[in-house]
């Protein structure tokens, strides 16, 4: 399997220390253009990999890694078995266009001293021409913008005949716009490193051989097979085989995780040990991976209500700044002065910080497998005071688990047999009833007992044979009106079971009652702690839509402490009651995972949908979960929060150096050098906290996590009120 024909190629390993390898990769000399993020990307996706950096032109790449001979192979094996062909080429960058033009005007600078007059003259003006024709144009063709307030403070500095201070303050603004630059393409790069791109070639079973076959053709169905240090490049279901398995990249779940047969896998995790046969189940732009490039590339062109805002400030303050700017000249006559108020710039520090800020947030939120589209969304999920969850698959797993087992007939079937018989026939159906009960049964390790053909009647039950009788299993009208069975004698059982909140599966054999099986929600392990969660984080309002009956419903809704409960409502009336909830003034965040949820994940101010969810769910919702944990709710909108402070404190922080800097500029205590690198420095310390600070808002996965409370068992309320609205005491 490790065997990879004519397409191999060894890299080079030039140098090595315990835990860092420098290796010389061939491929880079045919492709210095590939996207040194993407192919860094996918080294560090490899277990136990801490980083890596590729510099295309010395055709090398640097790997630090945990010191372990099998991870030092799985780099060199990756590097050799890349499709290198296949990797995506690097964005477009003016990094050394900017690099070269510093050069330059540093150049300009240091000579023009030692330069005759006239010629200091010429090649000052020279090198000042490209933003004197920039403020030139972007005056004629979008109006008074930054560009033109630099154009005048050059121009006037150089008039006046101080070269040398335009020529170094000049440096000082490309020193910045190369800085910003810089920085806001490390942004852009936090989200690329998630754009991880998936293996080209898969090896998948024809017949009874191994056969490496492009990715594009791999086929719903098709076995694939993965080792060691190898990524799963398809969704799909293991087939057979153990291993664990690093989901990382796709969770933000680091420790490794055990899978074999019948156990789900997705793609862009990582093999580390064990092998695997997979069905593959989602392929191409159907498998988890695609879907999620898919999203972030969206979510890079989405801008927030805050972005907006802080725009059109910074475009005001420029035409304020040129009308300042004007006054202090014809009020002083000083050109200097003058010159040192037009390099007072919020426009940078304000239009750069919001989107930065915004990137690194996304970039921590899909490290904890908290997909967020967008600066929009951030900002509403920080603003929402109102949770609204669909019961089924979000505070619940929407699985059902066997709760309790009532055998009528104990003598020829007991509790276990009469499982294991209904067990057998559902084993055939695709019911998450039968789910349930096969599941129950193999916990238990049953045994199968063998039947007749198994008849299916649609929203009823199944009927089959044993040893000769006729056995049907299903809902209690199904077998007291079509199958004659009666169950009446047991009316005291099923109203305790139905009180419960139970959902009941009756069995008849021969004509008569055999059984009965409760079965109930499982509620998840964290809802409580979750919900607890979101009240810590200023959610000021719980809600819970349900189809389940009242008793149930006001049931759930007691144990866990929501202020709302909206019971026995049909799909449709979801969106009605966002739409209501909206009308009353709140924000509401709703979280859901089903078809029927698509209409209130877009009526709400900012839709959450669950990682098992239908595409449709996932397609309309502004925030994605990725791992199915429901604390990540919580920690999407302790993420939300946090990032939107941040955002507010840059602007705050911009705001006020730049209105200082500009007040001192104007009472001439600044002079044009000091304005321009002070201002410069401010505009990049508000980037690089933007980019910094969102990763200390979160330092373990649990940070939003709330002391946990005893699970109850959930108790029926003996006098339920009429209506079907549970409204918490206060």
Known sequence: MSSRGPRQQVPQVVHELPCRLRVRAPHLFR????????????????????????????????????????????????????????????????????????????????????????????????????????????????????????????????AKGDMTTALITYFLLNLGEHLEASTRRSSDDLLRQLLKPQPQRVWIEHGRELVE???????????????????????????????????????????????????????????????????????????????????????????????????????????????????????????????????????????????????????????????????????????????????????????????DIVALARESWPERRLLALIASIEEHSIHPVADAVVSAARERRLGHVSHEEVEFIVAHGLISEVDGHRVVIGSRHFLEEHEGVACAGQADTVERLEAEGKNLLFVGLAGQLIGIVALRDRLRDEAATTLTALRRLGIGRLVIITGDRRAKALALGKALGVDEVFAEQPPEAKADIVTELQARGRKVAFVGDGVNDAPALIAADVGIAMPHGADLARATADIVLVEDRLDAVAEARDLAMRGMALIRSNFRIAVGVNSLLFLAASLGLSRPLLTAFLHNGTTIGVLLRGLAGVGKALPARQAVAAPREAAAEIAVEEEAPANVRYLRAH
């Open 31 to 158: 492709r210095p253009d590939v996207d040194s993020v993407a192919l860094a990307g996918l080294i560090e996706a490899l277990p136990g990999v801490t980083s890596a950096r590729v510099n295309p032109r010395a055709c090398s790449v640097v790997v630090t890694y945990d010191g372990k001979t099998r991870v030092r192979r799985s780099v060199l094996r990756r590097l050799a078995t890349l499709a290198w062909a296949d990797l995506p080429r690097a964005a477009a960058s003016d990094g050394d266009g900017h690099l070269i033009r510093l050069a330059a005007i540093g150049l300009a600078a240091a000579a023009g001293p030692l330069l005759p007059p006239v010629v200091r003259s010429a090649v000052g003006w020279l090198t000042l021409a490209p933003a004197l024709a920039a403020g030139a144009t972007t005056l004629a063709r979008r109006g008074v913008r930054v560009e033109v307030l630099d154009a005048v403070a050059l121009g006037a500095s150089a």
């Open 213 to 403: 076959v492009g990715l594009d053709v791999v086929k719903r169905g098709d076995i694939v097979v993965v080792g060691p240090g190898e990524m799963i490049a398809v969704d799909g279901q293991v087939v057979s085989g153990a291993a664990q398995v690093n989901e990382a990249a796709i969770s933000g779940e680091f420790v490794p995780a055990a899978r074999e047969a019948g156990d789900r896998v997705l793609s862009g995790s990582v093999v580390e040990e064990g092998r695997l046969r997979i069905r593959a189940v989602a392929v191409g732009d159907d498998t988890t991976t695609a879907r999620i490039t898919r999203f972030l590339k969206e979510s890079l062109n989405q801008r927030s209500a805050i972005q907006e805002t802080t725009d059109r400030f910074a475009d005001a303050r420029v035409k304020l700044t040129l009308g300042l700017g004007g006054v202090i000249w014809l009020l002083t006559r000083d050109i200097t002065r003058m010159a040192s108020v037009f390099l007072v710039d919020y426009s940078c520090a304000l239009k750069l910080g919001t989107p930065v800020a915004i990137k690194a947030t996304m970039y921590q939120g899909a490290h904890r497998g908290i997909l967020i589209k967008g600066g929009h969304a951030l900002e509403r999920l920080a603003e929402c005071d109102t949770v609204v969850f669909d019961k089924t698959g979000t505070l619940t797993h929407g699985q059902l688990d066997v709760t």
